[in-house]
């Protein structure tokens, strides 16, 4: 069964840093492409950040880019997202998502439950 | 960052069937495959149409997909109460290399 389970979110002030992870079974980890989707309260989805499984190539919304990084431990089987400078406009769930094959980034076949970042 | 467009709310009676259409451009849906995602109310979104057209296994076949030229279409037939949700499109962009969502399209079935 797939399953990820993100952790890291909770309340940060504004300027700080997080550190968010999402802890990935049920499937070959380092075969998947990786995402980072968020979802303001009542607002829409955003796509925050992607990793290629292969060649472990990243790609960021302009939202985030310049400070944000994503990274993957495929030893781990674990998917990172680190933020600094957060805003107030950065509140938000954020969704680790699977695709099915190291470079599909669109095709987010599995999602995780989600976790809650307030910046505050 | 643009996003694809869509319409803010669909609605038809139960039986019945709805169209939910997303607009993008030439870097986005002209040249890349299209998904859609439902998303039930206080849950994850999930996957139901990949490859402009295609089903994952377990989403019925009432929920079709088609695209043409740089627009892409979501049909559900035979709706359900239990269809009531939001509903996203989602594409590559060529061009700013990310991935684009519409900004969602909320389903009622009366």
């Known amino acids: 069964e797939v399953q990820l389970l993100e952790s890291g979110g909770g309340l940060v002030q504004p300027g700080g840093s997080l550190r968010l992870s999402c802890e990935a079974s049920?499937?070959?980890?380092?075969?998947?492409?990786m995402s980072w989707v968020r979802q303001a309260p009542g607002k829409g989805l955003e796509w925050v950040s992607g990793?290629?499984?292969?060649?472990?190539?990243?790609f960021y919304g302009d939202a985030v880019k310049g400070r944000s990084t994503i990274s993957r431990d495929n030893s781990r089987n674990t998917l990172i997202l680190e933020m600094n400078t957060l805003r107030v406009d950065d509140t938000a769930v954020y969704y680790c998502?699977?695709?099915?094959?190291?470079?599909?980034?669109?095709?987010?076949?599995?999602w995780g439950q989600g976790t809650l970042v307030i910046v505050s | 960052q643009s996003v694809l467009t869509q319409p803010p709310s669909v609605s038809a009676a139960p039986g019945q069937k709805v169209t939910i259409s997303c607009s993008g451009s030439?870097?986005?849906?002209?040249?890349?495959?299209v998904s859609w995602y439902q998303q039930l109310p206080g849950t994850a979104p999930t996957l139901h149409i990949y490859e402009n057209d295609k089903r994952p296994s377990g989403i019925p076949d009432r929920f079709s997909g088609s695209k043409s030229g740089m627009s892409a279409t979501l049909v559900i037939t035979g709706l359900q109460t239990g269809d009531e949700a939001d509903y996203y499109c989602?594409?590559?962009?060529?061009?700013?290399?990310?991935?684009?969502f519409g900004g969602g399209t909320k389903l009622t079935v009366l």
């Open positions: 990793i290629h499984g292969g060649r472990v190539e990243t």
């Open positions: 030439s870097s986005n849906i002209g040249i890349n495959y």
């Open positions: 998502a699977k695709s099915d094959g190291s470079y599909r980034l669109n095709e987010a076949d599995f």
């Open positions: 049920g499937f070959i980890f380092a075969d998947s492409a």
């Open positions: 989602g594409s590559w962009d060529n061009n700013l290399r990310v991935v684009l």
